[in-house]
């Protein structure tokens, strides 16, 4: 089991910045790969960002188009925490942030964080 939980979501004006956290607890070692998805009224959810390793070295990071060159995902090992910095900010970036992560058995899911941005 692993237990998930984001932080840093709010309101911020168009161009502003937040730094979303994901803090990983339970059964860290068997993380395999680290994401953030959002999900915005009236839409799917999508991959924002995501990591192809666990709380370990190495790994690559990956971006959907949306957000490429604006967000920047990265990881503390010592912490087991996700981060999401995201900066220049737009109003299509307002949506719930999820954390989630994937084991050899399955995905595992935060509550999800609430970005507001305001033009």
């Known amino acids: 089991q692993v237990q998930l939980v984001e932080s840093g979501g709010g309101l911020v004006q168009v161009g502003g910045s937040l730094r979303l956290s994901c803090a990983a607890s339970?059964?860290?070692?068997?993380?395999?790969?680290m994401g953030w998805y959002r999900q915005a009224p009236r839409k799917q959810r999508e991959l924002v960002a995501s990591?192809?390793?666990?709380?370990?070295?190495?790994?690559?990071?990956n971006y959907a188009d949306s957000v490429k060159g604006r967000f920047t995902i990265s990881r503390d090992n010592a912490e087991s925490k996700v981060y999401l910095q995201m900066n220049s900010l737009k109003p299509e970036d307002t949506a719930v942030y999820y954390c989630?992560?994937?084991?050899?058995?399955?995905?595992?899911w935060g509550k999800g964080t609430l970005v507001t941005v305001s033009s």
């Open positions: 990591i192809t390793s666990g709380f370990t070295s190495g790994g690559s990071t």
């Open positions: 989630s992560v994937r084991t050899s058995v399955m995905n595992y």
């Open positions: 339970g059964s860290i070692e068997s993380i395999n790969s």
